[in-house]
């Protein structure tokens, strides 16, 4: 965090404009290791192609395919457009404050600071509820990335070794290759993991794409379209699979040439283009291949006797182990500036024992509760909801209170109607699955512990 941007905005005045105008925050960021736009592009992509995408084939199974395919763009175009709010923002807020990067908490207190008179008493509050918010829904997710590794390693191992051994021993196993791996000390080295995992990912799908193109049915014999029960189903996994605002600033802030990150052919428009395809063309073929019998997560439908299969599931837990260092580093960055803001004397050596102590925390929490999947479906629900909708649009308004037009205010105030239904919706979607994990008998649960209940993360 910067202090600096901080404290510009106690008193939610604007600087003189004749100072404004000869500041450029993009020359005057200096930053020791920057990111590139194709290390930009690569971390963006890992963000948003998560676990989640295997549950594209579910979600079309809620929507059917014509609908799936213009719902998934919609749901696209407003995480898309939320995100590039932000940035935004941010960019006008350097300007205003000098300053050359903030965190999203930082752009939501200065925001709030410099707008009208009812935001200002909430400057501090929102940079606290950003923080916790991102917090929990980024350690949750490395928590649950932990479990779904751990899984699918165990199914390949019993598989050919036909000896049962508890998940928790496997995600125990994981514990000294995630430490190792949360020690890589920037973004910009951890690019080289991201592009990995980035290889792992398409080469897992790439064979999950093999078994979907054969012998395929005819579209006729699928629904087009779902009906008003299943779509808010179909609605709560897109928008928590695509949703990736913990990583914007952060990717931002690290970047060599942070102009280049917006624009119509800017890093954010052409990675969450590119994800978009992927993720109708994985959502379409799953659900047009098994149709009715598609599983919660595709790679559950591919043939548990082949090898090529076996690959696909070890290849993507691999691009998982690999993401988790990228979702790590959100928990890292919100830890580590609150010990900076209390302890002048923080080193490097206490930013290593922090990064121990998280990673073995979410290992902790795994094996306490390798069920945890439906809970942090809920966490994520609720957190993203707030976060990748929400709140952009609410820090925009803040932002450009001045100079808001009426068609401003109709479209922000039509996307916090999508935040709140998609906060509703994604809730009880996680809440049901948690009954269904609890009222479920004990085999039940087993298979939902190993198994599904992943797509919101």
Request: proline residues 4%.
């Amino acid at each position: 965090m910067r202090d600096t941007a901080s404290n510009k905005f106690k008193n939610g005045k604007h600087p003189e404009k004749g100072e404004i105008e000869y500041f450029d925050p993009f020359l005057e960021r200096n930053l020791e290791h920057p990111t590139t736009d194709c290390d930009t592009l690569t971390h963006l992509l890992k963000a948003s192609l998560g676990t989640g995408i295997l549950a594209m084939p579910q979600a079309f199974k809620c929507s059917g395919l014509l609908v799936g395919v213009f719902a998934t763009i919609f749901v696209s175009l407003v995480c898309t457009f939320c995100s590039y709010t932000l940035v935004k923002c941010a960019h006008i807020l350097y300007r205003r404050t000098k300053v050359t990067a903030m965190s999203f908490a930082d752009v939501a207190e200065v925001a709030f600071a410099n707008g009208p008179s009812w935001s200002r008493k909430l400057s501090y509050l929102s940079r606290q509820v950003i923080l916790i918010l991102l917090f929990v829904t980024y350690f949750g997710t490395c928590c649950v990335y932990t479990v779904i590794i751990a899984t699918n390693f165990q199914q390949v191992i019993l598989h050919y070794t036909k000896v049962e051994v508890d998940i928790r021993w496997y995600i125990l196993m994981l514990t000294l290759p995630l430490i190792l791996l949360s020690y890589v000390p920037n973004l910009k080295y951890l690019a080289p993991f991201s592009t990995l995992a980035n290889l792992l990912m398409a080469s897992g799908l790439g064979i999950t794409f093999y078994y979907l193109i054969q012998n395929l049915p005819a579209i006729s014999e699928r629904p087009q379209y779902g009906t008003l029960d299943t779509f808010p189903a179909f609605f709560s996994i897109t928008v928590f699979a695509m949703e990736a605002i913990g990583v914007v600033m952060p990717l931002e802030n690290n970047m060599k040439t942070p102009k280049h990150f917006l624009g119509v052919f800017g890093v954010l428009n052409l990675g969450m283009g590119g994800v978009t395809i992927v993720y109708i063309m994985l959502g379409f073929l799953g659900y047009l291949q098994y149709g009715e019998g598609t599983k919660d997560s595709i790679t559950l439908n591919l043939p548990t006797v082949d090898i090529a299969a076996q690959l696909a599931k070890i290849f993507i837990s691999l691009a998982v182990f690999f993401t988790y260092g990228l979702q790590f580093y959100v928990c890292l960055e919100i830890g580590w500036n609150q010990i900076q803001g209390c302890y002048e004397k923080a080193s490097m050596f206490h930013n290593y024992i922090l990064r121990t102590i998280l990673v073995l925390a979410s290992v902790g929490v795994a094996i306490a509760v390798p069920s945890i999947s439906p809970f942090i479906g809920l966490i994520g629900a609720f957190c993203f909801s707030l976060l990748g909708i929400i709140a952009p649009v609410i820090i925009e308004l803040a932002t450009c209170w001045d100079n808001v037009t009426l068609w401003m205010k109709f479209r922000n105030f039509v996307l916090i109607i999508v935040g709140i239904m998609a906060l509703i919706f994604g809730t009880s979607s996680s809440v049901s699955d948690i009954l269904k994990l609890y009222l479920s008998t004990s085999t039940s649960a087993g298979g939902l512990t190993n198994g599904t209940s992943v797509a919101a993360v």
